[in-house]
Nanobody
């Protein structure tokens, strides 16, 4: 059983930056592909970005490509999401998730989820 705890959310102005962290425990971190998802008020949860087990390949939703960067440190059991040039439409609860095997953009393929951290981007 893997436990995931996100941190780093907060309130930021348009154009600002935030760095989210997701610390994993209770499992072999390098065995899991990792992803970040977000859910805005009144909307469904959506894929943001994913990274393979050793961090060699990354995937991004079109809406964040060029602005967000996912990375991981397997020695620290942590995955990061660097968010730059933030926009009000990025406002959401951001959750990290872990899955066995290969990376995926599909929400239903992830096995473990964190509670999420709120990101609010003001105008």
């Amino acid at each position: 059983q893997v436990q995931l705890v996100e941190s780093g959310g907060g309130l930021v102005q348009t154009g600002g930056s935030l760095r989210l962290s997701c610390a994993a425990s209770g499992g072999t971190f390098r065995s899991y592909a990792m992803g970040w998802f977000r859910q805005a008020p009144g909307k469904e949860r959506e894929f943001v970005t994913a990274i393979t087990k050793i961090g060699s390949i990354t995937y991004y939703a079109d809406s964040v490509k060029g602005r967000f960067t996912i990375s991981r440190d397997n020695a620290k059991n942590t995955v990061y999401l660097q968010m730059n040039s933030l926009k009000p439409e990025d406002t959401a609860v951001y959750c990290c998730a872990a899955k066995w095997g290969s990376s995926s953009t599909r929400i239903d393929e992830y096995n473990y989820w964190g509670q999420g951290t709120q990101v609010t981007v003001s105008y």
